[in-house]
């Protein structure tokens, strides 16, 4: 589709200094709410700023109905731009979008996340104030088509979900407690210098559900020296359907969770580091499946959190089993 505008990179002086990029995978019945939701985003009218689709290889109608977006706004502000990115992974459409465009500061949106009326200029604000950090996050509010299971709140942050007060803090990278991707905003500049172009961690495709994709990034920047914080003035809305609540997909996410956890320390530590660190990992994920084992014992199989629960303390013990096998195949490849 040769009339979609693809986000080419201008000139330094006329480059935006915000940019919303959406990766997206089929999303061409989700996008227009979202778009039309930043197209009437408050406190903006002094920002200069833009939003880019990153089309994640989809297989629906998601570029025609770009297009036809593209046309029904014109030249108004902020301009929708388009790029396509054929391997399959959020962690390459993140990287496609950092690459494509010259803003100095990147906020991503997941393409069923819907934000806050006045999401842009909570982030602007942020940034303004605090220039030096690498990343931040804000609120992430469940809107569920249908009533989620009893105590969902002991596993709601596995669907991204994150309501962690009414006052700015500092994230913990070092414990892998971070914002996920599906509502963070990212310096440009600390990302290009410290996160490599290739990720070893793609993110959920077809017929895989390990996470833990938009952590590494974080964990570079955080690594070299970059912080990572809670903005709570950002709201979003997370869009949950009623099969993302259904008790086989929950647990299979929750186990996907679990199994990239060896992979995320290991980013954070040396190569003479691992040994020990795989060791401690280990030991401590064993003691956590013994204490919830001890706790809850035989689990129900109507009592799904719980399940949740014990199949993320399952996979996060044998995460190091994962993570040498994946790094064997990476080097037989």
Not at 45 to 61: F, G, H, K, P
Not at 102 to 123: K, M, N, R, T, Y
Request: proline share 7%; charged share 20%; hydrophobic share 40%.
């Amino acid at each position: 589709m040769s009339e979609i505008v693809s986000a080419a990179a201008p000139a330094a002086s006329t480059a935006p200094s915000f940019t919303v990029v959406i990766p997206t995978y089929n999303g061409a019945e989700r996008l227009p709410r979202v778009l039309a939701q930043l197209r009437s985003q408050t406190g903006v009218e002094t920002l200069a700023w833009e939003i880019l689709v990153v089309d994640n290889n989809s297989r629906d109608q998601t570029a025609a109905l770009v297009q036809q977006i593209q046309k029904d706004w014109g030249d108004s502000t902020p301009r929708l731009n388009y790029v396509f990115e054929a391997q399959q992974g959020a962690a390459f459409a993140r990287q496609r979008g950092i690459q494509s465009v010259q803003s100095e500061w990147i906020g991503f949106l997941d393409d069923d996340i819907i934000p806050a009326d006045s999401w842009v200029a909570a982030a602007y604000a942020f940034y303004q104030a605090h220039p030096e950090v690498g990343a931040f996050g804000g609120q992430i509010h469940g809107d569920f088509e249908v009533p989620p299971p009893d105590n969902f709140k002991r596993i709601q942050s596995f669907l991204a979900i994150r309501e962690r007060g009414s006052t700015a803090h500092l994230y913990r990278p070092e414990h892998l407690v971070l914002p996920p991707s599906a509502a963070w905003v990212i310096n440009r500049r600390a990302w290009l210098s410290t996160v490599p172009l290739t990720p070893q961690l793609r993110g959920r495709t077809q017929g895989s559900m390990v996470q833990g994709d938009d952590y590494e990034p974080l964990i570079f920047m955080h690594k070299a020296g970059y912080s990572i914080w809670y903005n709570p003035a950002m709201h979003v809305h997370h869009q949950i359907p009623k099969r993302r609540l259904e008790p086989d997909y929950l647990i299979a996410l929750s186990r996907g969770c679990g199994l990239c956890v060896c992979s995320l320390q290991m980013l954070r530590v040396e190569p003479w580091q691992a040994p020990l660190t795989m060791a401690r990992l280990t030991l401590g994920n064993f003691k956590r499946l013994a204490r919830h084992w001890f706790e809850y014992g035989d689990i129900s199989r109507a009592d799904v959190v719980t399940q949740c629960e014990r199949a993320f303390f399952v996979s996060s013990l044998v995460s190091p089993l994962y993570f040498l096998s994946a790094r064997l195949r990476h080097n037989r490849a």
